[in-house]
């Protein structure tokens, strides 16, 4: 096994079945653990203390999600146990987006030529572009805190620049992951007539600049600060993005299509994280289709 396939082989989320309402029959245990089963990406813990997850039935058809150690809910939802199947897919569809979400958060970026080629960096957007102007965006570093985080006033402009010095051109992604709601939004490129194809000898990529797109960061109601949490990928192949959406936890998904994307290895090697499937075919060799990634953490601060 390879150092590129060892990072991409997460465990199953492990899910325990507990609550007032399995003790007293209104729930049967049966019809929530064939929700599970054969899952690619979930599977039952042996005992409730090793769940990753936690699922607590409760009366009138309420369910609590806890993670291990936590006694604060992730997430509550009403789903009607009367119809067995559409408990058993409603229930899957939430935890399976669940081990889809920790698995894109914990992958790690494999060794590859691609790392050293390209410079990556967050910035304060002072003015943004504007349509039919030849002037270029101006912008300012960003100071980062003793854990690495970037800093930015809430109600700020956040831009992200990439570029690089590969003789090929390289494909260039990045990724908000929201931890409360279990969601992933695709930043760039965030339109589909956009290409993420950036080639060595073109100027630097800023993302967020506008004319059209603004990243503008805000702290969260009755809060001081916030995190947001961004990944970079960097491929040396083109990837179909849609992969990476994720809606809220609880809001309908579309599934893609098929598990191979535009075939390149990083789609397939996602789909194997977040989908647990990569298809029949032979998967393209990390060798002659390297890809790398990042993650920044950006702290957003309430400047009253």
């Known amino acids: 096994m390879t150092d590129a396939e060892a990072t991409l082989t997460p465990a199953p989320l492990s899910v325990a079945l507990a609550g007032e309402a399995i003790d007293s029959g209104d729930v049967a245990r049966s019809d929530l653990e064939a929700a599970i089963a054969n899952s690619p990406l979930v599977v039952l813990a042996e005992t409730e203390d090793v769940a990753d997850i936690r699922v607590v039935a409760q009366p009138n058809s309420i369910f609590r999600l806890y993670f291990k150690g936590s006694a604060v809910a992730l997430a509550a939802f009403r789903i009607p146990v009367k119809k067995v199947r559409s408990l058993?897919?409603?229930?899957?569809?939430?935890?399976?987006?669940?081990?889809?979400?920790?698995?894109?958060?914990?992958?790690?970026?494999?060794?590859?030529?691609?790392?050293?080629?390209?410079?990556?960096?967050?910035?304060?957007?002072?003015?943004?572009?504007?349509?039919g102007s030849l002037k270029e965006p101006a912008a300012a570093p960003l100071r980062t805190n003793e854990a690495g985080e970037y800093i930015l006033g809430g109600g700020k402009n956040l831009a992200i620049t990439f570029e690089h010095n590969s003789p090929n051109p390289l494909y260039f992604y990045v990724v908000s992951l929201d931890r409360r709601l279990q969601g992933a939004g695709l930043v760039y490129p965030y339109k589909e007539e956009f290409t993420a194809r950036v080639k060595g000898d073109d100027p630097v990529l800023l993302v967020g600049a506008g004319p059209d797109y603004l990243l503008e960061m805000q702290v969260p109601e009755g809060y001081s600060d916030g995190l947001d949490v961004f990944k970079i990928f960097v491929s040396q192949s083109a990837i179909e993005p849609d992969i990476f959406r994720l809606p809220s936890l609880g809001t309908r998904k579309d599934i893609p299509s098929d598990y191979y994307g535009a075939g390149a290895r990083l789609d397939r090697d996602l789909r194997k994280v977040m989908l647990g499937e990569t298809g029949t075919a032979p998967i393209p060799q990390f060798g002659t289709d390297p890809w790398w990634c990042t993650e920044r953490l950006?702290?957003?601060?309430?400047?009253?």
């Open 88 to 131: 058993q897919r409603k229930l899957r569809s939430i935890l399976e987006q669940i081990a889809a979400f920790r698995n894109l958060s914990a992958i790690e970026a494999p060794e590859s030529y691609i790392e050293g080629t390209v410079n990556i960096d967050f910035v304060q957007l002072l003015e943004p572009a504007t349509r």
């Open 298 to 304: 950006v702290r957003v601060v309430r400047e009253d």
